[in-house]
């Protein structure tokens, strides 16, 4: 492989302070006699030559779908990258909890709502339920139900990137399929159709649903078998290393940073090889 071949030269002979930079290696697969992209640390002598190296990357990508595109589906993270919230979770929840008798403060939320949310999501209502009542200190069942309710609302969210409809929109119509990989629960679908942005995807893999949360590659396995295409053929934007970015990469995706390798869809987009 040239590409590893010109990596492996570098590293014997760079005398350089070495910049650790994230790239691809191939190895053959058995059943396809092709490559399969897959992803590791490397090192590398000059910062400057990380450029070089991803473009020979690109083009190697472009290489096994006729010259165009690097990827042929687009998988993305919900909360971080797609959406944010439009305001802080603690002030929400302090605002929301005053009616129900709440006295802490948005640092002592903050704090307890972190420790209620160390342990995965799960499928159960119950679970989310226990975990509001931790935060809060608070049983009544109406406030959360309010507090619940509110988050499936178009209020309580807004889009990273404003220009996202028009960039899926561009990458759909060069035939990459696209969809959200979330740890989420059941409220995400009807979210999304909230905000009116459903139609912008051709699936939805939610953890609650899936059973499994990234970095778990099940779920991005799942969102690839919706999508109709193999783990090799698609790239994870997110903007959790750990739940992203490693997550995507054990089950065979590549995966960039948001916030770091990209920092928008329309730069998610020109690395795909789409313009828009």
């Not at 191939?26 to 006699?33: D, M, V």
């Not at 605002?95 to 999501?121: C, F, H, M, N, T």
């Not at 009544?140 to 990273?160: I, V």
């Not at 609650?208 to 999508?227: G, S, Y």
Request: aromatic share 10%; with cysteine; glycine share 6%.
């Amino acid at each position: 492989m040239a590409t590893m071949s010109r990596i492996s030269r570098a590293l014997r002979t760079s005398t350089t302070t070495t910049t650790t930079i994230l790239t691809s290696r191939f190895s053959p697969t058995r059943n396809s006699g092709g490559a399969r992209p897959y992803s590791a640390e490397v090192e590398v002598g000059h910062a400057g030559s990380m450029g070089y190296w991803l473009k020979d990357y690109e083009d190697y990508r472009r290489s096994l779908y006729g010259g165009k595109i690097t990827h042929k589906a687009l998988l993305v993270d919900a909360v971080g990258t797609l959406l944010v919230p439009a305001q802080s979770t603690a002030q929400i929840y302090r605002q929301i909890g005053e009616k129900y008798g709440v006295k802490y403060s948005e640092d002592e939320i903050l704090s307890r709502y972190r420790r209620a949310y160390e342990q995965p999501w799960g499928r159960s209502r119950l679970r989310k339920i226990n975990a509001i009542c931790y935060t809060e200190g608070c049983t009544d069942a109406q406030y959360f139900e309010e507090l619940y309710n509110y988050y499936m609302t178009e209020k309580a969210w807004q889009l990273c990137d404003p220009n996202a409809e028009k960039v899926f929109q561009a990458l759909r119509k060069a035939g990459v399929k696209v969809a959200v990989v979330s740890n989420f629960d059941t409220r995400l679908k009807p979210l999304l159709r909230a905000l009116n942005c459903d139609h912008w995807f051709d699936a939805v893999a939610v953890s609650a649903e899936v059973a499994a949360e990234k970095p778990n590659p099940i779920i991005f396995l799942k969102a690839c078998d919706l999508l109709g295409v193999k783990p090799e053929d698609a790239v994870h934007v997110g903007d959790d290393r750990r739940n992203d970015i490693w997550g995507a990469r054990d089950a065979g995706c590549d995966a960039w940073l948001w916030g770091s390798d990209v920092h928008s869809f329309k730069e998610v987009a020109q690395r795909i090889g789409v313009q828009v």
